[in-house]
């Protein structure tokens, strides 16, 4: 890649892609986008099993604040973003994964490009993938959750300013353990497609048949508690879905199948960065931070977030 005026972005979630969006439309031709992961999204994720689909991440959408905007406006005229039978809440049809497949189809996307360290060399960046691959770059965004950028800041040979580092330091996030659910019967979930249970080990219960994320009937995601989480992550799934059994026969009836977990080690922050939506550390040149914990911890809170390192890249903000 052509180091000249090039800006990386390192991770392709919600944030990520927004500030990608944002440089483009301002005519910021350079701008590649890297994930660690095979695919794009992050924790927009949806998974197949058994003929059927679920959402695993993000649950449900509020953009209220964001609905004049062209994106969003594109997204749901193409029928990839609809507002479900509840007003004001939005799902991604057939998955949320596919908001980020389709805002970025005209993006420069590298994936499985997991960001190690850089250095400054020369008045460039150098990034240094898990893949063995050094890339130069001009400026580099971190939309990736916080721990893990400052996981990479550490290991990196470059100049920054460190005086926001103790309130960046200081953020966290809630772990989620997640099951997907095939039953033999239909649940009666008390609002449209989901039901929040703030007592017990399993907080929130999704059908993604009714969602119009899965084609098959009876597939149910289940995010389990922060305590129940944080308590039991570093167990083994078969472990975990056994402590589980009573209170899933319980929810289900005998007749279930549990297709699949995922662990969230960054889930939904438990506190959030609170001197700005986004913030360039850099001192020689643009090093952004980006991402949900620097607004609400939500969808539109990460759209801000990119939208707004990008005005600050923009601005030209060393
Ligand atoms: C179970 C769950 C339920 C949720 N429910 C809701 C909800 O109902 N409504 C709502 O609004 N929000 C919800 N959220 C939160 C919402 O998903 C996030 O706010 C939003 O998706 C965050 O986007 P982001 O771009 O900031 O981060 P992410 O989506 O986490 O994107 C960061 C990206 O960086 C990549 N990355 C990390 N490290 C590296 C590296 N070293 N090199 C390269 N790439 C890297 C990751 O692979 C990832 O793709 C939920 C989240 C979870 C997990």
């Known amino acids: 890649m052509n ?5 990386s972005i390192i991770g392709c979630g919600i944030s990520g892609i927004f500030a990608a969006l944002e440089l483009k439309k301002a005519g910021i031709e350079n701008v590649q986008l890297f994930d660690k992961s095979r695919g794009v999204g992050g924790r927009l994720a949806t ?21 004049e905007r062209q ?96 309130s960046l330091e200081s953020l966290e996030y809630y772990l989620a353990i997640i ?12 609002k449209k497609f989901y039901q929040e249970n703030p007592e017990g080990p399993i907080s929130f219960i999704a059908d993604n048949f009714k969602k119009n994320v899965s084609k098959k009937q009876n597939f149910y995601t289940l995010i389990c508690s922060p305590k129940f989480s944080a308590i039991n992550f570093e167990k083994d799934y078969a472990s975990i879905n056994l402590m589980l059994e009573d209170n899933l026969k319980h929810i289900f009836g005998p007749k279930y199948e549990i297709l699949s ?10 506190n959030f960065y609170t001197e700005g939506d986004s913030i360039n550390i850099g001192t020689n040149n643009f090093i952004g931070l980006c991402g949900d914990i620097f607004t609400n911890g939500r969808f539109d809170g990460a759209i801000n977030s990119g939208i707004s390192i990008a005005s600050k890249y923009l601005k030209n903000e060393i």
């Open 3 to 7: 180091s000249k005026n090039s800006v």
């Open 261 to 270: 977990n995922h662990k969230w080690r960054y889930s939904i922050p438990k």
């Open 179 to 190: 099951l997907m659910i095939e039953s033999a019967a239909p649940l009666d979930l008390d």
């Open 47 to 67: 998974r197949r099993a058994n003929d059927g689909k679920f959402d695993h991440g993000i649950q449900y959408i509020k953009i209220d604040s964001l609905l």
């Open 71 to 166: 994106e969003i406006r594109t997204l749901i005229d193409n029928k990839t973003l609809a507002e479900t039978e509840e007003p004001g809440i939005f799902i991604g049809l057939d998955g949320m994964t596919n908001i980020a497949k389709f805002l970025t189809k005209d993006l420069n996307v590298k994936k499985e490009f997991k960001l190690l360290a850089i250095n400054e060399i020369n008045g460039s960046l150098e990034m240094n993938f898990e893949n063995n691959e050094k890339i130069l770059t001009d400026s580099i965004i971190l939309s990736s959750p916080i721990k893990q950028s400052l996981e990479i800041i550490e290991k990196s040979n470059i100049n920054y300013n460190k005086i926001h580092l103790e």
